[in-house]
């Protein structure tokens, strides 16, 4: 998080600091939701199949809920500040390393032992333990993969025939519905707050990735530190979010919390386990709220305002072009940016999607075709380039960053995981572009002159934020 933002702190709700089959956006998953015990039995044959009213709803969702929301452990290691005080750009030679634990929280959602967690609850973690809601036993997680662009990590423990969560289509979610959130908050396990769904589509810049997809589920149930990761359920007990965040001047609870919508869960969740990655189809455009001049030409009050179409790009090819609306993907209304971003984020490489847009106040239709990172239709492949010394992977910039930062070069560090990169304070998505005043264009070529390092090291790039960066480093 940035520090000293003027107005509010706006807190990923850190901790005292999976796999569902998605065939299609909207699906519920049944087959490996936890079986409704003889006391839920109990509450249902008393209505009859009618509705519940009141408690009884929040009571449902609760024992239904809470069996698949897991509490989690971690702990890492971070370099200490020395006494004295000397550091070079943000490293500091003469500190030490010391481990720290933080707790958080994570749903089961595939009986086979996947769990998904937010990835700031995990990221750094040296290692990470389980505890099932039943507390009977603890287990160490191996982290299976992450999407930084959501802030989502999938999670594997050695178990069979888990409680996991059936998972409802956020589309559905209604402002003004009631929703549960549950988690670990405070190192309080199984805890349950009740709220409504106070908005949709929330757009509040807490992911800091070159290409973060926001459109979050606003609710008033309590989140507190802890509680990220854990599960916001409707009255059913289904999945419709992974707690993610707070707006706190405080750091605790005042009213404000924030959720990744299930659907964007469901597709991440599965592109992990089938292929390792996600899958992300590029429209090959940027978009952002309308504007009022647009909105005017158009008549209309919603949409996503084309900032730029990139040349060659699928939305170029489609015909779209700058200053255009687009109201529907896949006849899915698209209010503005957030929801452009939640409803493109649904598809792969290779899918035709069909788009509305309004262009000098008439509505045109047409269909983009999603390429890859690299301008193809294929599927994204693992180019990544490991190194246990600097506890990171290393990837060629593809060539949507390269479009996108106006860069010829460049060599990506992700996932990282403790090492001289954490130690360094480079940020995960970090580009570098230059090291010693030499280009950087090879993975294992950058990888080699850093593990190598010695002496006084320059290193150049570009920050998730996509701001200029320089660092100095002395060994």
């Not at 370099?79 to 749903?107: A, E, L, Y």
């Not at 990655?277 to 309308?290: C, L, N, P, T, W």
Request: net charge neutral.
């Amino acid at each position: 998080m940035k520090r000293n933002i003027i107005n509010a702190l706006t807190a990923l709700v850190f901790g005292v600091a999976g796999a569902f089959i998605f065939t299609s956006v909207g699906d519920r998953q049944q087959g490996n939701a936890s079986p409704v015990n003889n006391d839920i039995k109990g509450i249902l044959a008393n209505y009859n199949g009618k509705p519940l009213e009141g408690s009884l709803s929040f009571i449902l969702a609760s024992k239904v809920s809470t069996p698949s929301v897991v509490f989690i452990k971690t702990t890492a290691l971070v370099q200490q500040r020395n006494p004295f005080g000397f550091f070079f750009d943000g490293w500091d030679p003469f500190g030490s390393i010391g481990q720290v634990s933080s707790t958080g929280s994570g749903v089961i959602v595939r009986k086979d032992g996947y769990i998904v967690t937010n990835l700031h609850v995990v990221k750094d973690a040296q290692t990470i333990e389980v505890v099932l809601n039943n507390k009977k036993k603890t287990y160490t997680a191996k982290l299976i993969g992450t999407d930084p662009s959501t802030d989502l990590a999938l999670l594997k423990i050695d178990a069979s025939e888990l409680p996991a969560i059936s998972i409802a289509n956020s589309d559905e979610l209604q402002i003004g519905e009631w929703v549960v959130a549950v988690g670990n908050p405070f190192n309080l396990t199984s805890t349950v707050t009740a709220g409504i769904v106070s908005a949709k589509g929330r757009n509040i810049n807490v992911v800091n990735n070159q290409f973060p997809i926001e459109s979050f589920i606003q609710t008033d149930a309590a989140i507190n530190p802890g509680n990220s990761g854990g599960a916001l359920v409707n009255l059913n007990g289904e999945l419709v979010g992974i707690n993610t965040a707070i707006f706190s001047k405080t750091g605790s609870y005042t009213g404000y919390g924030f959720a990744i919508p299930s659907n964007i869960v469901a597709k991440a969740v599965k592109d992990l386990i089938d292929f390792g990655q996600i899958q992300r189809g590029y429209s090959g455009m940027e978009v952002s709220e309308i504007d009022e001049a647009s909105e005017k030409i158009n008549k209309l009050a919603e949409g996503a305002l084309v900032l730029d179409a990139y040349e060659g790009g699928p939305a170029d090819k489609a015909g779209i072009k700058k200053g255009d609306i687009i109201v529907k993907i896949q006849d899915h209304p698209t209010s503005g940016k957030s929801s452009f971003d939640e409803h493109m984020s649904y598809y792969r490489p290779g899918d035709k999607i069909k788009i509305n847009y309004y262009r000098n106040g008439v509505e045109k239709e047409t269909t983009l075709v999603l390429t890859n990172q690299d301008g193809e239709t294929s599927l994204n492949v693992n180019r990544s380039v490991s190194s246990e010394k600097l506890g990171a992977d290393f990837t060629p910039v593809s060539k949507v960053e390269l479009q996108r930062y106006r860069i010829n070069h460049g060599v990506k560090v992700s996932n990282i995981r403790g090492g001289l990169i954490n130690s360094m304070n480079i940020e995960d998505g970090f580009i570098f572009t230059k090291y010693n005043g030499k280009p950087c264009t090879d993975a294992a070529e950058l990888i080699r002159q850093l593990e190598n390092a010695g002496g006084r090291i320059q290193i150049e790039g570009i920050g998730p934020d996509g701001g200029s960066r320089i660092y100095n480093f002395y060994y």
